[in-house]
């Protein structure tokens, strides 16, 4: 049985709202024109006795849905929090309106008019959600998995377990520590940053095996993972080929790197001689001595001079060798070179180096602490090691060529990411095997052939998605640690080049979130960016044509078909971001408290002037993890300023937008649209990794429509904003305002 709404109207008159607006009309537009069961005013609604108030009305039943009126819904989230359960929105009056408009009296009444069209939009939208509820989906599980058995998986489980969640290690090989357990020291991640240190493996690695809440599978691989956040079911398969499964709440992968093939650099001689080594190499070999000698490999010479070459095969555009940096192998070359000084005392050690970087709180110390200790640091570009060890190269500083012939040359040859098949490669496989033998292929890096890491059972690929250079996809600063299969999380060298302290630390990252992620699943809760968030997408089936338009476009692989063809949501793994709304042509996917409805009757709801007023309107639709927060804290400056006739709609993201709520706007006399998203493209910063390209995508073709309604394309414009935007988003929507007074106002006015 249908639960009736009450809505209860609560209109805050503080932060100078009071003084600026008619907020006594406000109330009178809320239940008259928005018809909602009361509207009340309070001088401080978020107070605690403004809080208390509208508890109170819930608690008493008076109200079950809620309108505020006060500051952004970006803002005192804390204090305006009444669980996931009752359906709010809430009418930016202080960002959105007296923060952004001039307090004079020439813009009183269009200020004024503003704030009556967010009490009429966000009643209208209110009125249109229904309360959420978890779906029958969800099952806590605390169990996390961990595959990988380096320094970083090492680290997640042991985190995990100190949390008092079980985690499991899934390791390849037969011993764990990976690459590190390798290396003799490593660069220091404390003060004072002057020498190499301890790499801690060994106390890891009793702490693994004395903890109850950690369970270790050495030579085992993952042969297939299905469900998902809160039940992911994994074979776990042993190289004898028994197989065992296990449920778990969620994944951290910790995959690590591969090192790159030195063999590859021709000019190096890499191949030619034994002398001539990588920094594993080298780590292996102080490693065997001990505390002797370190002695070069062909002849067994005590070592007595040594030369480093950096970036060899990095940052570097030629066939088969590696765009990027690796970040850890300056500081990497500093440790070793002072091996050579801690084993065979007075050894001349030079680096050689285009960019010297030493990223990290330690760099600049342990940099300097090199100098001191008699380094040779040297500016320049290798042109050629010959078989003798003769190192020829350009010396950047004195603009000349020079020789070194060392009894050994270290290479610093970098990472590839172990990150397991690409779905763009194993798309693309096809119309490779179909390519001209004889194309240009001088633009591919360096790959390593894998099989499947994860095995997932998703339609999109068997792996988490790649970026362009074979890391997993994770952006640094929206959603680190995060893929784009819900519930997995990736760490250390898979992930971006980093140290073993770095990779520690991105550990400890991801298992957060790891956790995180577990915990939401159990209660029914989305993942990141909505955290806490308990809707999920339904369908109708007697309006589903079938198109699979959403199954498609979702980046979540969150959407599959059943038996009959019709979409099958899988709640745990949906971010709720909307993009499948957005996708469906018939409009038959919603959510309860955001659906074509919601943002539809808001647009509706907002009063358009006819042509006789000559007050232009102005539909803004931003994304709310960027736009919206540019706007919101170019208001918060006290300097920006943008037009009046503006109509600002947060949406989830550009991806939930539907043409139709275009069309409408455009019917309904609204002069210009503006839609603000993320950054697209490879370096995207979408939260929901697609949402903006489809939006794009989408809206080149309202071209159409806007010629058959018989105006002008300018009207729409779509443009990526970030959240850093806080002068270029004001501007966009002044720039529109200029646009709707060349061109005129829409034909459509009634």
């Not at 776990?236 to 778990?248: M, P």
């Not at 709440?249 to 030195?262: K, L, M, N, R, S």
């Not at 044509?545 to 009959?564: H, L, M, S, W, Y």
Request: proline share 4%; glycine share 8%; net charge negative.
């Amino acid at each position: 049985m249908a639960v009736e709404k009450k809505i209860g109207g609560y209109i805050c008159t503080g932060c100078g709202i009071g003084d600026r607006l008619d907020t006594d009309q406000l109330e009178n537009i809320a239940n008259r024109e928005g018809r909602i069961a009361y509207a009340k005013q309070h001088n401080f609604l978020c107070s605690e006795a403004g809080v208390k108030m509208i508890q109170d009305d819930l608690e008493s039943g008076e109200a079950n849905h809620l309108m505020i009126a006060a500051c952004s819904r970006r803002s005192k989230t804390e204090a305006f929090n009444f669980g996931a359960q009752v359906p709010m929105t809430r009418a930016n009056l202080r960002e959105g309106v007296i923060w952004i408009r001039p307090d004079t009296d020439e813009a009183k009444e269009t200020t004024q008019e503003m704030a009556d069209d967010y009490i009429r939009m966000a009643c209208a939208e209110v009125k249109q959600m229904t309360a959420a509820k978890p779906s029958d989906e969800q099952g806590l599980n605390k169990s996390i998995l961990v595959v990988g058995g380096g320094i970083t998986g090492m680290t997640a489980a042991i985190e995990a377990a100190k949390a008092g969640y079980p985690a499991s290690i899934v390791e390849k090989t037969g011993a764990l520590g990976g690459a590190v357990a390798g290396f003799s020291k490593v660069v220091p991640d404390h003060s004072p940053y002057i020498e190499p240190v301890d790499s801690g493996i060994e106390a890891m690695l009793a702490e693994i095996e004395a903890s109850p809440h950690i369970t270790v599978y050495l030579n085992s691989t993952v042969a297939k993972t299905s469900g998902a956040p809160g039940r992911f079911s994994v074979d776990i398969a042993t190289e004898s080929g028994s197989i065992s499964n296990a449920e778990f709440g969620a994944i951290v992968q910790a995959t690590g790197f591969t090192p790159y093939d030195a063999n590859q650099l021709v000019e190096m001689s890499y191949s030619q001689s034994p002398d001539i080594m990588t920094q594993i190499e080298l780590e292996a070999l102080v490693k065997a001595a001990d505390s002797g000698d370190l002695k070069r490999p062909s002849d067994g010479k005590v070592i007595e001079s040594a030369v480093f070459v950096q970036c060899a095969g990095q940052r570097s555009k030629k066939k088969n060798e590696l765009d990027y940096c690796s970040g850890h192998c300056c500081n990497t070359s500093i440790k070793q070179a002072m091996y050579f000084q801690q084993h065979n005392g007075d050894v001349a050690t030079t680096i050689l180096f285009t960019d010297l970087r030493t990223p990290g709180a330690n760099g600049e110390d342990f940099y300097r602490s090199a100098q001191e200790r008699g380094i040779t640091f040297r500016k320049g570009e290798v042109i050629g090691i010959a078989d003798d060890l003769t190192v020829t190269f350009q010396d950047l500083i004195l603009a000349e060529q020079d020789t070194l012939q060392p009894d050994l040359v270290v290479l610093a040859t970098g990472m590839v990411a172990n990150s397991g098949v690409n779905i763009e490669d194993a798309n693309k496989k096809s119309d490779d095997d179909d390519a001209d033998a004889d194309a240009d292929d001088s633009d591919v890096v360096a790959k390593v052939s894998v099989e499947s890491i994860l095995n997932l059972d998703y339609r999109q690929g068997s792996d988490v998605p790649q970026l362009v250079n074979g890391f997993t996809d994770s952006h640094f600063i929206c959603f680190p640690y995060e893929t784009r299969r819900t519930g997995i999380y990736t760490a250390g060298p898979v992930r971006r080049p980093m140290d073993a302290a770095q990779a520690k630390t991105d550990a400890m990252g991801a298992t957060m979130k790891a956790i995180q992620a577990a915990e939401n699943a159990g209660s029914g809760m989305a993942a990141h960016p909505r955290s806490g968030d308990l809707s999920f997408p339904t369908f109708r089936a007697e309006g589903c044509t079938q198109c699979k338009r959403c199954t498609v476009e979702c980046p979540f692989g969150a959407i599959d078909e059943n038996e009959k063809g019709y979409p099958q949501f899988n709640e745990s793994r949906c971010r709720r971001c909307g993009t499948c709304m957005g996708a469906c042509p018939v409009r038959v996917i919603s959510f309860e408290n955001y659906n074509i409805q919601t943002v539809g009757q808001q647009i509706k709801a907002a009063d358009v002037p006819d042509e006789f007023e000559e007050k232009p309107r102005i539909l803004v639709m931003a994304c709310e993890n960027d736009a919206y927060p540019a706007l919101d804290m170019a208001a918060a400056t006290g300097k920006a300023q943008y037009s009046e006739f503006a109509r600002v709609v947060p949406v989830r993201c550009l991806g939930s937008v539907s043409t139709i709520w275009i069309i409408d706007a455009l019917s309904e006399g609204y002069d210009g649209i503006i839609l603000m998203g993320c950054k697209k493209g490879a370096d995207y910063q979408c939260h929901f990794v697609k949402g903006s390209e489809m939006a794009h995508y989408r809206m080149a073709k309202i071209g159409d429509t806007l010629e058959q309604m018989a105006m002008e394309q300018e009207r729409v414009a779509v443009h990526e904003v970030a959240i850093t935007d806080i002068e270029r988003a004001p501007a966009l929507i002044n720039e529109m305002a200029e646009v709707i007074e060349r061109i005129g106002l829409s034909p459509n006015k009634f």
